[in-house]
């Protein structure tokens, strides 16, 4: 089982979820229907009508039940069969059910044994966005032909910027030093570079484009792929409150092995009501994720084929620390919920 | 071997098979070239040349002889080798004939032993085109990535349509007897319900819009996949010559086993002469076929990956009696002709 | 190992090398970036960054380094690390070196044994071009679903074009007696044909359309897929040189076992200053190959699926002699290469 399976993924923006549809995802190799039930709260089910195995997301909600089109079965957020126009409602008729939670406008379904499914246990990787007004941040998704993992390197290396996407960075976060906190179930990666050029994405921001800042960046990355990066600089020796700070999360979640649903959302501290500015936030960031970072991410995979990076022993530097850690961490998590062989279906 | 081989397949339509140049279509898992010699009548052969294994249906019709266009060897219909510019003629060069028959405008061919390839086996699903005039009917052709047995399974329950095709049905043929009689070869399934509302697509040629109505409907499956569909009304207590009918044919040539050929026809008794309404049947059967029923059961293929549905243990009714007794026959066929070590080639 | 290694392959033509940027290709299996280093020479480097595993195609040349965009690694041309933002430069982050060598326009790469890669093995096929006037030949390139050897095969029977180019062919070259003359690592084939009819695209250059000529064609054939046709015709009994001539590149690259990268490049003696006759040479040529040879030879590939044409003990003819004593010669090589153990790096 290469996934981790007692954890929240984060499958798909609620505005992304039709009104009156379901709407089929894979997710960490299960197939699942979202969809709205009568109340319109969220329910995720199995994407698999037990009686011809038609998919339930090319079906319909009739009747406040997740309906299969092919014969009208229908069924309850719950699972439970609720419509059988061709015989009695029986129990073997029931399909999983998936906790779901609505939170900061994300899906989130757990995968794993339903009675582990705490909604304490959702990554707070876009509480961000509670406090900002719509301008103030923007949201997207794309999908990308690489593993999880490998998008999750890319993040724990915040330097990478400084090659990759050079406007974004000003060469100190690829060399100031990398203070790593491992949890028992996370891990935060600090970096901190005093008095240093500002970069260009930030320079309009201070008032003088020659400033010297202190530039900070926080990482948490969380196993199931949802990550928050804080970026900020202020001028050299003053507080913090004092500079900018944008947060992005950037959420990996697994579809196979080799590809991945990429959710992400950015905010700032400073021109949270400058809609136009938050237009070119959203571009620029697309450009950054689709244009420089999915080709790149990408061409690993094609690469390495069906192999993990690690199994093709790649030369390792210290910018390399936090995620293979996180590799390790996430390896481990793995391993325990496989020896303790976790029901797959609740 | 997981294909049935002797039977009579339908591959394509007459029309469809272009004037003066040959045409490659697999079947059953088999490469067949089909064209038209000399004197108009339409062969089938392998389609792959003896010499360097050339796809014949890339090349041409010369002289009346089925020429590989690469370096010129000619063929009869009967596979024998009539043409080779680089040596003799010699029988190592033949290439297999399958038996092939052009019946109601459809082209049937044989897979199996030729010896056993019996005219009259060819299914009668079309015979209703005979007395019907251009206007009456309409042919249709369309692909699919599912299997063959999973579209069987969508015909030989009928009632589907009062859930996918909801204008098309009335509630009556997923609730009413099913009487089923099975022949050594085929399989009848009849179905009928006295007294109940008329289904919109053909309340229109009643009276009223309330009338009540007998209704029925008869389905004939073969193993080849060729099937005939009869249904049909008539004011409650009447006898069926005072009602309409409609037939439809639905043929499921295997192409491999999760993909289909579907070759289609359909016709009726009450507006024979009609042709825009014919040119609105047509329109309205390929938005059934390709915008309802294919996009159902190719998600059970996706569903199912290379799995047999029954292999899934799926829920069954009673509406799937005759597709489960269908799929047992034409498994106790197959068996049997493996059993046989059939010849492959004649 | 199906491919040869100890040999110059064909990579592109230089003027498909983007100035300032990396281009990326695929060569007997393997993974080859290929760029200009700041002298302006071309440089062939593994396509693999040591450190992620990303594609050096993907990046781009910077101070005059080889640059992975990812994390700034820099390398030149042999292979050498010389830029490690995280760390010192050391021996294991260097990549593989190809030697590389740019003659007649072309690229051409070795990926074997690198102490074994002298320039005076290049195949001369592309000698022709050196004399004559950019007006006088074209070059081009295209890509192909096929293996090399069957394409290899087509040009070592230059008769098929009596079949699938009739106007190039006279019915001379399918009839005519074949010279076989193999040597250690290569094979050329002689034809010639006294007083024949004149191919229709030949006729054109001499006095009268019914003018009888003698004509000739000779094939070197290459292991690395590198081919030269030279055809051409004279009035009967004339010399060659009060003919015609015409010369052909055709190199067949191997990409992997089922695909190939194909360029070509064609010249004559006869019209070489005239730009409107040598674009409808080019126009010609493409249609030929693309038009006409490709469908033909993809098809082989398509009836054969992963197997070899000998594997599937075609029919041969006289015809084909030439190309099985090449693929006999070509499988020698790669057996000899293959028990000597050949290491696949420099």
């Not at 894979?26 to 197939?31: L, T």
């Not at 757990?110 to 246990?121: F, K, R, S």
């Not at 260009?200 to 400033?211: K, L, Q, T």
């Not at 400073?270 to 970072?293: H, P, V």
Request: hydrophobic residues 40%; glycine residues 8%.
């Amino acid at each position: 089982m290469p996934f981790l399976k007692n954890t929240w993924y984060a499958a798909l923006w609620l505005q992304d979820l039709p009104e009156d549809k379901p709407f089929g995802r894979v997710i960490a190799g299960e197939s699942i229907v979202f969809w709205r039930t009568v109340d319109g709260t969220v329910a995720a089910n199995e994407d698999v009508c037990p009686h011809r195995r038609a998919k339930l997301s090319v079906g319909g909600v009739r009747d406040g039940k997740l309906t299969c089109l092919y014969h009208g079965l229908g069924f309850g957020g719950d699972g439970k069969c609720a419509v059988n126009p061709h015989g009695p409602v029986v129990d073997s008729l029931n399909i999983r059910s998936y906790p779901v939670e609505v939170q900061d406008d994300m899906i989130w379904v757990w995968t794993g044994a339903a009675e582990l499914a705490d909604v304490a246990l959702i990554p707070q990787v876009l509480a961000f966005t509670r406090t900002l007004p719509e301008t103030g941040f923007v949201r997207g998704s794309t999908y990308a032909k690489a593993s999880h993992k490998l998008f999750e390197d890319n993040i724990l290396d915040p330097g990478h910027a400084d090659f990759l996407h050079p406007y974004l960075g000003s060469g100190a976060l690829s060399r100031s030093k990398r203070m790593i906190e491992e949890g028992e179930n996370s891990l935060k990666l600090n970096m901190f570079q005093a008095n240093w050029r500002t970069p260009a994405v930030m320079v309009g921001e201070f008032p003088s484009p020659d400033i010297m800042t202190d530039q900070w960046a926080e990482v948490d990355w969380n196993p199931n792929g949802a990550m928050l990066i804080r970026t900020g600089a202020t001028p050299t020796g003053r507080p913090e409150s004092e500079g900018i700070d944008t947060w992005t999360a950037h959420i990996f979640t697994a579809e196979t092995e080799t590809t991945t649903h990429y959710l992400y959302a950015s905010g700032q501290t400073y021109k949270t009501d400058d809609a136009s500015f938050n237009e070119g936030m959203r571009q620029g960031l697309r450009y950054a994720f689709e244009a420089e970072d999915l080709p790149m991410v990408e061409s690993q995979q094609a690469n390495l084929g069906d192999r993990d990076l690690m199994e093709s022993r790649p030369a390792l530097f210290a910018i390399d620390t936090a995620s293979v850690r996180a590799r390790r961490l996430f390896d481990r998590l793995v391993a325990a919920e496989n020896a303790e062989k976790v029901p797959e279906s609740a």
